[in-house]
T-cell receptor, first 114, second 114 residues
Framework: EAGVAQSPRYKIIEKRQSVAFWCNPI?????LYWYQQILGQGPKLLIQ????????DSQLPKDRFSAERLKGVDSTLKIQPAKLEDSAVYLC????????????FGPGTRLLVL | AQKVTQAQTEISVVEKEDVTLDCVYE???????LFWYKQPPSGELVFLIR??????QNEISGRYSWNFQKSTSSFNFTITASQVVDSAVYFC???????????FGKGTRLHILP
């Protein structure tokens, strides 16, 4: 069974530029999550989708971050404009359903903002 | 409010030694779930175990074992006869039944020295 796919794996941009990340969850997984992991810390949830609807985006900085999950499968996370403090690894995860189902993670996208 | 504390920031042991990673959690819910994830240098979070609050039986999987004690709110992870490939950052996480979010600890970086 294929795991969670993410691209790109690495991205370097200058501050104030825009960037987008893509995630393809495990087939059949209804719930998709985006996390931000700053160096030396645990992952922090940015947004959670159940199919194509948003369940929780309380920690998403909505002035610059946006995410969508059209058709309830793939998802994109965008940052516009990027700030230096956005440098982090952006992890996508998926689970069969919501609740306390086990989340399976992708390899992440490592973003460096200069 | 839920909280996960991994007091050990970094641990180094020589190969073949046993090592225990500590995890202490806080929650007001009586139903909750605890997780351990491994994050090797490649960056992907690898699921290790999920345990619900009603199951206090210790679990063993090969060289890995977990000790869940509700009385001390701890869910410790032991690696027996450690190997270099065990070198990684290990995260303990908690999810309450009333909340879909998983809260991660800050992680413990484990170095297994040859």
């Amino acid at each position: 069974e294929a795991g969670v796919a993410q691209s790109p794996r690495y991205k370097i941009i200058e501050k104030r530029q825009s960037v987008a990340f893509w995630c393809n969850p495990i087939s059949g997984h209804a719930t998709l999550y985006w996390y931000q992991q700053i160096l030396g810390q645990g992952p922090k949830l940015l947004i959670q989708f159940q199919n194509n609807g948003v369940v929780d985006d309380s920690q998403l900085p909505k002035d610059r971050f946006s995410a969508e999950r059209l058709k309830g499968v793939d998802s994109t996370l965008k940052i516009q404009p990027a700030k230096l403090e956005d440098s982090a690894v952006y992890l996508c995860a998926s689970s069969l359903a919501s609740g306390q189902e086990t989340q399976y993670f992708g390899p992440g996208t490592r973003l460096l903002v200069l | 409010a839920q909280k996960v504390t991994q007091a050990q920031t970094e641990i180094s042991v020589v190969e073949k030694e046993d090592v225990t990673l500590d995890c202490v959690y806080e929650t007001r819910d009586t139903t909750y779930y605890l997780f351990w994830y491994k994050q090797p240098p490649s960056g992907e979070l690898v699921f290790l175990i999920r345990r619900n609050s009603f199951d206090e039986q210790n679990e063993i999987s090969g060289r890995y074992s977990w000790n869940f004690q509700k009385s001390t709110s701890s869910f410790n992870f032991t690696i027996t006869a450690s190997q270099v490939v065990d070198s990684a950052v290990y995260f303990c996480a908690l999810s309450e039944a009333t909340d879909d979010k998983i809260i991660f600890g800050k992680g413990t970086r484990l170095h297994i020295l040859p």
